[in-house]
């Protein structure tokens, strides 16, 4: 599953030799255990299962083969554990976004999808918006009925919009990272990204690049000023965004801090990049107005 020689950069690597697992026909017990601790880990986002919070009737009905993994899975989504998790506290967008990641395996390619899913949900209910993913063509495509969902955005497939690629690690904050526990909490990762059908810059997880970990800002909107706070001019007539990463002076601590954009002419580009290496910053982005 590899897909760039930066895998471990990206929070990829634990996946490039592992492939997509199957429950047998005749997996022994050891095999189907393996199997449902790997639904549990993928739907549930990595986060922490009590042993109390097991679903051991749905559990037992897998073991004893009486459903398949995709109606563990079903059952799985649907439960109250599944909801306290991901439905009760975020919005409705969020949780749609988390439905596509844990089911389908990769990020919205578009807002179309979900308005479909906003819609469903408010005229059918929540089951029925489950239903709608794991009984989908691309379901059963991807998993059929005895494959683990596992994550699809990270390579090119068959019908794949290449905006999932950089959408996934939006979602997507590194192999030990939990779906609840990242820095947007449990609002919308992509609302305003499907909005206006961009595609963001590819962030490394937290724990890559010295300990920098990538901080929006909460409402979407990196603030933006001239280059040395006033409008910005050059004799090319050509004016670049530039987004600013981690900058810290020398005796200050590295924490997490917001990203800095300014708007600056083309022949100051490269002083500017001297100057924010100097002071240990990264360049995030570079965009041409």
Same mark, same amino acid.
């Given at each position: 599953?590899?897909?760039?020689?930066?895998?471990?950069?990206?929070?990829?690597?634990?996946?490039?030799?592992?492939?997509?697992?199957?429950?047998?026909?005749?997996?022994?017990?050891?095999?189907?255990?393996?199997?449902?601790?790997?639904?549990?880990?993928?739907?549930?986002?990595?986060?922490?299962? #009590? @042993?109390?919070?097991?679903?051991?009737? %749905? &559990?037992? $009905?897998?073991?004893?083969?009486?459903? /398949? =993994?995709?109606?563990?899975?079903?059952?799985?989504?649907?439960?109250?554990?599944?909801?306290?998790?991901?439905?009760?506290?975020?919005?409705?967008?969020?949780?749609?976004?988390?439905?596509?990641?844990?089911?389908?395996?990769?990020?919205?390619?578009?807002?179309?999808?979900?308005?479909?899913?906003?819609?469903?949900?408010?005229?059918?209910?929540?089951?029925?918006?489950?239903?709608?993913?794991?009984?989908?063509?691309?379901?059963?495509?991807?998993?059929?009925?005895?494959?683990?969902?596992?994550?699809?955005?990270?390579?090119?497939?068959?019908?794949?919009?290449?905006?999932?690629?950089?959408?996934?690690?939006?979602?997507?904050?590194?192999?030990?990272?939990?779906?609840?526990?990242? #820095? @947007?909490?449990?609002?919308?990762?992509? %609302? &305003?990204? $499907?909005?206006?059908?961009?595609?963001? /810059? =590819?962030?490394?997880?937290?724990?890559?690049?010295?300990?920098?970990?990538?901080?929006?800002?909460?409402?979407?909107?990196?603030?933006?000023?001239?280059?040395?706070?006033?409008?910005?001019?050059?004799?090319?007539?050509?004016?670049?965004?530039?987004?600013?990463?981690?900058?810290?002076?020398?005796?200050?601590?590295?924490?997490?801090?917001?990203?800095?954009?300014?708007?600056?002419?083309?022949?100051?580009?490269?002083?500017?990049?001297?100057?924010?290496?100097?002071?240990?910053?990264?360049?995030?982005?570079?965009?041409?107005?």
């Amino acid at each position: 599953m590899a897909i760039t020689t930066a895998a471990s950069r990206l929070g990829t690597s634990a996946f490039d030799e592992t492939a997509p697992l199957e429950l047998r026909a005749q997996a022994t017990k050891e095999e189907i255990a393996l199997v449902i601790s790997a639904v549990y880990r993928h739907l549930l986002g990595n986060d922490y299962l #009590l @042993q109390s919070e097991r679903l051991t009737t %749905a &559990e037992s $009905l897998l073991t004893d083969r009486k459903i /398949t =993994v995709q109606e563990f899975v079903r059952q799985v989504a649907k439960s109250e554990l599944y909801k306290s998790k991901f439905f009760y506290n975020n919005f409705q967008t969020r949780v749609i976004e988390l439905n596509y990641k844990h089911l389908l395996g990769r990020a919205p390619y578009d807002e179309s999808e979900v308005v479909y899913h906003l819609d469903l949900y408010q005229n059918k209910g929540y089951d029925a918006d489950i239903d709608s993913y794991i009984d989908s063509p691309e379901y059963q495509a991807s998993f059929g009925e005895n494959i683990v969902p596992y994550y699809r955005g990270f390579e090119t497939q068959k019908g794949q919009k290449t905006v999932g690629f950089s959408r996934i690690f939006k979602l997507y904050r590194g192999y030990a990272n939990s779906d609840r526990a990242q #820095l @947007q909490g449990n609002y919308s990762h992509l %609302a &305003e990204e $499907l909005a206006r059908n961009s595609a963001s /810059t =590819v962030v490394s997880p937290s724990g890559s690049n010295d300990g920098f970990a990538y901080l929006p800002s909460r409402k979407g909107v990196t603030p933006s000023t001239g280059f040395g706070g006033g409008a910005a001019y050059g004799k090319e007539g050509r004016l670049f965004r530039v987004e600013v990463a981690g900058g810290v002076g020398r005796g200050y601590p590295k924490v997490r801090r917001t990203n800095q954009a300014v708007v600056i002419p083309y022949e100051e580009l490269s002083p500017y990049f001297q100057s924010v290496l100097k002071q240990g910053g990264k360049i995030a982005s570079v965009t041409p107005l």
